[in-house]
């Protein structure tokens, strides 16, 4: 399986708390990813990396940044959490856009009360 | 923008019987690329079969297999003798080759139950 951490697995906060999810890649792959996956709505695309410093918004990004200072680690944070932004968030990465496959991490749970 | 869709939310098969599981894609490119994930309850993202749209044999892998018809814009995924661990959640998703190829989208899932 592809070198993929996220950090922290779980997470419990309250509305209008700052919150900052981790990935961080032992792959040396080019391209990260955060996705949110929410029942009846499948993956949904947040924010990307295309490369150090690089970085987009995919489909459901208000709410959300991003930074990526290094090749490995791609933080997503969350400025002030809604309940709205419960979810299960995932990284993946990859090394090309061609045919290759995005590699997820194991996801965070994410509750805001 | 392209959109991906699952039609059915959820699907029993019995335990060595054959399911297809459906796909199909909204795009305007010629050029593409298509996948299916399946998430067993453990909440990994597993790859299980993809396809390049300019090649027109069927993928295969093991006992599951895609129905690829690129003039439907269809993209089902047949699962042979069916297991207990292939319960899961399936994903098909689409990757372009032009502006915004590095973005995967993803359907909404079908569950898939295995009765024994």
């Known amino acids: 399986d592809a070198g993929i951490t996220q950090s922290p697995r779980h997470k419990v906060t309250e509305t209008g708390t700052p919150v900052t999810l981790r990935c961080h890649q032992t792959?040396?792959?080019?391209?990260m990813y955060w996705y949110r996956q929410d029942p009846g709505h499948g993956l949904r695309l947040i924010h990307y990396?295309?490369?150090?410093?690089?970085?987009d918004k995919g489909e459901v990004s208000d709410g959300y940044s991003v930074s990526r200072s290094k090749t490995e680690d791609f933080l997503l944070t969350l400025e002030s959490a809604t309940s709205s932004q419960t979810s299960v968030y995932f990284c993946?990465?990859?090394?090309?856009?061609?045919?290759?496959?995005?590699?997820f991490g194991n996801g965070t749970r994410l509750t805001v009360t | 923008a392209q959109t991906v869709t699952q039609s059915q939310p959820e699907m029993s098969v019995q335990e060595a019987e054959t399911v297809t599981l459906s796909c199909t894609y909204d795009?305007?490119?010629?050029?593409?690329?298509l996948f299916w994930y399946k998430q067993p309850p453990s909440r990994q993202m597993i790859l299980v079969i993809r396809?390049?749209?300019?090649?027109?044999q069927n993928a295969t892998e093991n006992r599951f297999s895609v129905n690829f018809q690129k003039a439907a814009k269809s993209f089902s995924l047949k699962i042979s003798d069916s297991q207990l661990g292939d319960a899961a959640m399936y994903f098909c998703?689409?990757?372009?080759?032009?502006?915004?190829?590095?973005?995967?989208?993803f359907g909404k899932g079908t569950k898939l139950t295995v009765n024994p």
């Open positions: 993946a990465i990859s090394d090309s856009v061609d045919n290759s496959p995005l590699h």
């Open positions: 792959e040396n792959h080019r391209y």
């Open positions: 990396s295309y490369g150090v410093k690089d970085t």
């Open positions: 795009t305007s490119e010629s050029d593409y690329y």
């Open positions: 396809q390049e749209a300019y090649k027109q």
């Open positions: 998703a689409y990757r372009g080759t032009q502006g915004g190829s590095e973005k995967l989208v």
